[in-house]
């Protein structure tokens, strides 16, 4: 087994999320993006993920120049903290002119906007210092099966990623898949559609996929499973780690919080493949229960992370031989047991 370099810690501003859900509004006070910044110091983790927006607020109504502009301050300020930006990712799925999709939308004019942000994501990942851009297709799907050509859909997807990959020779783009919510069914499900279109697009080496486990369980499939698929092809740039209790909505509980086996069989797919080898970070894609108070507004981040740790040292002291004895033996039975006697610790 490779032996996987130290972990490196990653999350998002809108990780420190305030409660709202479709039946109520807030429970938390808004942090400001400064105190966000100081949480992820605080927690010693090590770099912050970003939506276009999330890196230079309202977007949509600052010119190019000023887009730029502020994400070179931003830069500053990271480099202040020595916080570096892990990714960005073209919000697509606010704006009104993303209503009915972005890349797949029927309308030419709104797929034109699509890509237009998107190139400016991309140069705002420019400034911020990294190449890579994760595509979470958030309405890249349907609603009703009859409203869209989903054959029509796969090219327009490609036309999409072929104009960014074209925009910058030296970014990469991960698709994040989920199979659905907000659509019904999306486009890009699991990795195995992330990796097959990335086979269309004018350079496939630069295609590959960021793993969200509530979405891979979304999708009724294991998410370690997902990790080792898309590591056989050298294509897991970043990874979204949380948990979700079978398949309603996403609920990005914290890492190990519904299925603690699920979640150690992730991180013995990560160790068996040394993932972070190539400099990428463990993201905790995870939100406060809307019943946390205030005070513990950092508590999902911090118990994911200890969860995970703890999981790498079960990981690592996983009792191989025996393991490898019984499964010569087919002695599934006892694997089973073995494996639950080590998770709960005898
Ligand atoms: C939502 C996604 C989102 C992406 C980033 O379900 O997980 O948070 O990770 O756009
Ligand atoms: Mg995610």
């Not at 150690?264 to 493949?273: C, G, H, Y």
Request: with cysteine; aromatic share 8%.
């Amino acid at each position: 087994m490779a032996k996987a370099p130290k972990y490196r810690f990653c999350a998002g501003p809108w990780n420190f999320s305030e409660g709202r859900d479709p039946y109520g509004p807030e429970t938390r006070p808004a942090q400001t993006f400064d105190w966000k910044l100081q949480a992820l110091k605080e927690l010693g983790f090590d770099a912050m993920m970003f939506h276009d927006d999330d890196a230079v607020p309202e977007i949509d109504s600052k010119s190019p120049a000023q887009v730029l502009k502020e994400a070179k301050e931003l830069k500053k300020r990271l480099d202040g903290e020595g916080l570096v930006a892990e990714m960005v990712a073209p919000r697509l799925w606010f704006h009104p002119n993303t209503v009915d999709g972005a890349y797949t939308n029927n309308d030419k004019r709104l797929r034109r906007y699509a890509i237009d942000r998107s190139k400016q994501a991309i140069d705002i990942a420019g400034v911020l210092g990294t190449d890579l851009i994760v595509l979470w297709l958030a309405r890249e799907g349907s609603y009703l099966r009859e409203s869209k050509n989903a054959r029509r859909s796969v090219d327009l997807l490609v036309e999409a990623m072929d104009a960014m990959l074209t925009h910058n020779k030296k970014i990469r783009l991960a698709i994040e898949p989920k199979p659905n919510e907000p659509m019904d069914h999306a486009y890009i499900p699991t990795i195995g559609h992330a990796l097959a279109v990335a086979q269309l697009t004018t350079a496939p080496a630069r295609v590959g996929a960021l793993i969200e486990s509530a979405h891979a369980i979304l999708a009724g499939l294991d998410p370690a499973d997902e990790i080792d698929f898309a590591m056989a092809f050298g294509k897991l740039w970043s990874l979204h780690l949380n948990d979700q209790n079978g398949l309603k909505f996403d609920q990005d509980k914290p890492f190990g919080s519904a299925n603690l086996r699920v979640a150690f069989n992730q991180v013995r797919a990560l160790e068996r493949n040394a993932y972070g080898r190539g400099g990428e970070f463990i993201c905790f894609d995870v939100h406060p229960f809307r019943t946390t108070k205030p005070e513990h507004y950092l508590k999902h981040l911090s118990n994911s992370r200890d969860t995970f740790l703890r999981l790498v040292d079960k990981a690592r002291s996983y009792p191989e031989k025996a393991a490898q004895a019984l499964i010569a033996d087919r002695n599934y039975q006892d694997l089973d047991q073995l494996v639950l006697n080590h998770l709960m610790g005898s």
